[in-house]
């Protein structure tokens, strides 16, 4: 290695010396700059975040790709929806060339969404409007192309070779319904890569691997990153053959990465735990989604009674750690919403009031408040469809001929142009919801007290917070009918602001099929 070459690798990780150029990725120590990115104290615990594909949400150059300027272009838009966080599906450069997560870089911008220059004028723009961003991050599994693995895959020599998890023989063991053992094609035998063999798994016991990680949180959070969404956190650690599922291990991972984000002030940290979210929800992640939820907030929507299960959620004490979400970017949280509720847009209504106001902090998905269909597939990329934004030949998402991926099937009846301003539009629904939380910030984190029970053909919770009081009366049911709820005084609608008075220390509202009220109270 001549002092040049051995200069160009200071900071950074090395991969072959030669007459060709050699791969590097930063694996440089990140010290802590913390910034203040001009959000309210706690803006986390009371924000409604959107979910969104860079990709998929809006092209500003023409080649049918979604990019960082597009987005910024949009951000008026989220913010007059009542939008107040945003989850950034990966924006790392990948393997997989699609939703990207197989990291190629973690300190880098997917080139397909601009640069790091358009990240951040991004970034400061979303501050500006009062909006914070978290980005998703993936710390089981890197790309099989990242240059860490390429060096650790090639020999047992490599610095790097125990940051993933290697054997000279295929181990036999489970892993789904696959084995998750891979042939190393660069330097023989075998690599553990549970997902796939694209997605080599991290040896996440090794201090120098996580202490990358945790490095990594650094850099994004220094630049003004107001938190990350942790991908898989279920199967973060393997301890046999069929021990890859919530070892005790990953908790201790989750706390020591949840650290690193706390140390910085105001930010915040949720996970993806797909099978036992409350056991991650609290001092390892701060919130974690509540995934299984969703099937029961959906299936009380359509049947007309609230499920047990959901009772016993809202009822639960870890409730304010766990966000609803009803759909997501993958399928096994379920299909485009508009296809779950098979065009009844009652049930759809209610799903959604759930959701935002008996969360303290809810998820949307993008196309979400316009019932934004799949593109023609029930599968993830199906779901993943260019965003809706008018009826035009390119949908308002680009202007060249053909997006990277087929448009949703109903974009011609159902987009922001068709539903802008019409009172009795889905996207306006979602908008007075939001903007109710914001008005009446009781209806976001007041202290919750359910006051329904399972198999009721209602749900009823109140709210209360700094002396004020709230009450919310949903209708589950295809028939109108009249819900009270202990109350006196005069209470003022959230989501429309006519008042009503208490009778005989009773609130008495009368519901349409699937009506939603919010009505508050000051003491």
Same mark, same amino acid.
């Given at each position: 290695?001549?002092?040049?070459?051995?200069?160009?690798?200071?900071?950074?990780?090395c991969?072959?010396?030669?007459?060709?150029?050699?791969?590097? %990725?930063?694996?440089?120590?990140?010290?802590?700059q913390?910034?203040?990115?001009?959000?309210?104290a706690?803006?986390?615990r009371?924000?409604?975040?959107?979910?969104?594909?860079?990709?998929?949400?809006?092209?500003?150059?023409?080649?049918?790709?979604?990019?960082f300027?597009?987005?910024?272009?949009?951000?008026?838009?989220?913010?007059?929806?009542g939008?107040?966080?945003i =989850?950034?599906?990966?924006? !790392?450069?990948?393997?997989?060339?699609?939703?990207?997560?197989?990291?190629?870089?973690?300190?880098?911008?997917?080139? #397909?969404?601009?640069?790091?220059?358009?990240?951040?004028?991004?970034?400061?723009?979303?501050?500006?409007?009062?909006?914070?961003?978290?980005?998703?991050?993936? %710390? &089981? !599994?890197?790309?099989?192309?990242?240059?860490?693995?390429? #060096?650790?895959?090639?020999?047992?020599?490599?610095?790097y070779?125990?940051?993933?998890?290697?054997?000279?023989?295929?181990p036999k063991? +489970?892993?789904?319904?696959?084995?998750? =053992?891979?042939?190393?094609?660069?330097?023989?035998?075998?690599?553990?890569?549970l997902?796939?063999?694209?997605?080599p798994?991290?040896?996440?016991?090794?201090?120098?691997?996580?202490?990358? !990680?945790?490095? &990594?949180?650094?850099?994004?959070?220094?630049?003004?990153?107001?938190?990350?969404?942790?991908?898989?956190?279920?199967?973060?650690?393997?301890?046999?053959?069929?021990?890859?599922?919530d070892?005790?291990?990953?908790?201790?991972?989750?706390?020591? /990465?949840?650290?690193?984000?706390?140390?910085?002030?105001?930010?915040?940290?949720?996970?993806?735990?797909?099978?036992?979210?409350? /056991?991650?929800a609290?001092?390892?992640?701060? &919130?974690?989604?509540?995934?299984?939820t969703?099937?029961?907030?959906?299936?009380?929507?359509k049947?007309?009674?609230?499920?047990?299960?959901?009772?016993?959620v809202?009822?639960?004490?870890?409730?304010?750690?766990?966000?609803?979400?009803?759909?997501?970017?993958?399928?096994? %949280?379920? #299909?485009?919403?508009? !296809?779950?509720?098979?065009? *009844?847009?009652?049930?759809?209504?209610?799903?959604?009031?759930?959701?935002?106001?008996?969360?303290?902090?809810?998820?949307?998905?993008?196309?979400?408040?316009?019932?934004?269909?799949? &593109?023609?597939k029930?599968?993830?990329?199906?779901?993943?469809?260019?965003?809706?934004?008018?009826?035009?030949?390119?949908?308002?998402?680009?202007?060249?001929?053909?997006?990277?991926?087929?448009?949703?099937?109903?974009?011609?009846?159902?987009?922001?142009?068709?539903?802008?301003?019409?009172?009795?539009?889905?996207?306006?629904?979602?908008r007075?919801?939001y903007?109710?939380r +914001?008005?009446?910030? %009781?209806?976001?984190d007041?202290?919750?007290?359910?006051?329904?029970?399972?198999?009721?053909?209602?749900?009823?919770?109140a709210?209360?917070?700094?002396?004020?009081?709230?009450?919310?009366?949903? *209708?589950?049911?295809?028939?109108?009918?009249?819900?009270?709820?202990?109350?006196?005084?005069?209470?003022?609608?959230?989501?429309?602001?006519? +008042?009503?008075?208490?009778?005989?220390?009773?609130?008495?509202?009368?519901?349409?099929?699937?009506?939603?009220a919010?009505?508050?109270?000051?003491?």
């Open positions: 290695m001549t002092l040049k070459t051995f200069a160009a690798c200071i900071g950074a990780l991969l072959a010396v030669g007459a060709e150029a050699a791969p590097a %990725v930063d694996v440089s120590t990140v010290a802590a913390p910034k203040d990115t001009g959000l309210g706690g803006w986390n009371r924000a409604t975040f959107m979910e969104i594909f860079v990709r998929s949400y809006q092209d500003s150059d023409g080649d049918g790709i979604g990019d300027n597009g987005l910024t272009a949009r951000l008026d838009y989220l913010k007059d929806l939008v107040t966080g =989850w950034l599906m990966p924006i !790392h450069p990948s393997a997989d060339k699609d939703h990207n997560y197989a990291v190629t870089d973690y300190r880098a911008i997917n080139p #397909d969404f601009g640069t790091m220059a358009d990240f951040e004028r991004f970034l400061s723009e979303a501050h500006k409007r009062g909006i914070g961003v978290i980005i998703d991050y993936v %710390v &089981n !599994h890197s790309a099989n192309d990242n240059p860490i693995f390429v #060096d650790a895959a090639r020999s047992t020599l490599s610095a070779r125990d940051w993933y998890i290697f054997a000279d023989t295929d063991w +489970q892993g789904f319904s696959w084995g998750p =053992w891979r042939q190393n094609k660069v330097g023989g035998g075998y690599f553990y890569g997902f796939d063999d694209q997605m798994d991290f040896n996440l016991k090794n201090p120098e691997a996580l202490g990358y !990680h945790a490095d &990594n949180f650094r850099f994004w959070l220094n630049k003004g990153v107001d938190g990350f969404r942790i991908d898989a956190v279920t199967m973060l650690v393997e301890n046999g053959p069929t021990a890859y599922m070892q005790p291990e990953n908790l201790e991972i989750l706390k020591q /990465l949840n650290a690193v984000v706390k140390s910085y002030g105001n930010r915040y940290l949720i996970c993806e735990a797909s099978e036992q979210p409350a /056991l991650y609290g001092e390892a992640c701060t &919130n974690s989604f509540a995934f299984g969703q099937k029961e907030i959906k299936d009380s929507a049947s007309g009674r609230l499920s047990e299960k959901l009772a016993a809202l009822s639960s004490e870890k409730r304010p750690l766990m966000p609803l979400v009803l759909q997501s970017h993958d399928s096994y %949280v379920g #299909d485009r919403l508009i !296809h779950e509720f098979a065009g *009844n847009e009652g049930a759809y209504r209610v799903a959604a009031a759930i959701s935002i106001l008996a969360s303290d902090t809810p998820f949307s998905y993008y196309g979400e408040e316009i019932g934004m269909a799949n &593109n023609g029930y599968d993830d990329p199906g779901l993943r469809a260019p965003m809706s934004w008018d009826a035009t030949q390119g949908h308002g998402f680009t202007t060249a001929a053909k997006p990277y991926r087929p448009y949703a099937v109903n974009a011609d009846t159902h987009n922001v142009t068709a539903q802008t301003g019409v009172k009795t539009s889905l996207l306006e629904y979602y007075a919801l903007m109710a +914001q008005r009446y910030p %009781v209806l976001a007041g202290q919750f007290s359910l006051i329904s029970k399972a198999g009721d053909d209602h749900l009823i919770f709210r209360e917070k700094d002396g004020v009081q709230a009450r919310v009366l949903i *209708n589950l049911t295809g028939a109108p009918q009249t819900l009270s709820v202990a109350g006196t005084g005069v209470w003022t609608s959230a989501l429309d602001s006519t +008042q009503l008075t208490a009778q005989g220390g009773t609130v008495v509202v009368t519901l349409p099929t699937h009506g939603v919010a009505y508050v109270k000051v003491w």
